[in-house]
């Protein structure tokens, strides 16, 4: 199983970004999937996650400007990210709960606000 994430970018403040996330190997299905976050000389932090029936959850950070969303083929979650702030700069690490395997994570895409 594999996650491959991208998307991730260079922008500036109060401009947007979409990070993708596919999921392929052999898979039945996917359960709950999430982004995390990661900033230099700090915890990995959760940023939204969105179970297999769409119920959603935000860090407080984040609410109203980032959305998260999954692909109609159920193996693929996105996060739109608008009114990016300088304090969202991270590598972003996706991640998946996979039936039959387990939790997985992506690589991570990095994400770069500045002006």
């Known amino acids: 199983v594999q996650l491959q994430a991208s998307g991730g970018g260079l922008v500036q403040p109060g401009e947007s970004l979409r990070l993708s996330c596919v999921v392929s190997?052999?898979?039945?299905?996917?359960?709950?999937m999430g982004w995390h976050r990661q900033a230099p000389g700090k915890q990995r932090e959760l940023v939204a996650s969105?179970?297999?029936?769409?119920?959603?959850n935000y860090a407080d950070s984040v609410k109203g400007r980032f959305t998260i969303s999954r692909g109609n083929a159920k193996n693929t979650v996105y996060l739109q990210m608008n009114s990016l702030k300088p304090e969202d700069a991270a590598v972003y690490y996706c991640?998946?709960?996979?039936?039959?395997?387990?939790?997985?994570w992506g690589q991570g895409t990095l994400v770069t606000v500045s002006s």
């Open positions: 991640n998946a709960l996979i039936v039959p395997s387990g939790y997985h």
């Open positions: 190997g052999s898979i039945i299905g996917t359960k709950d």
């Open positions: 969105i179970s297999a029936g769409g119920k959603t």
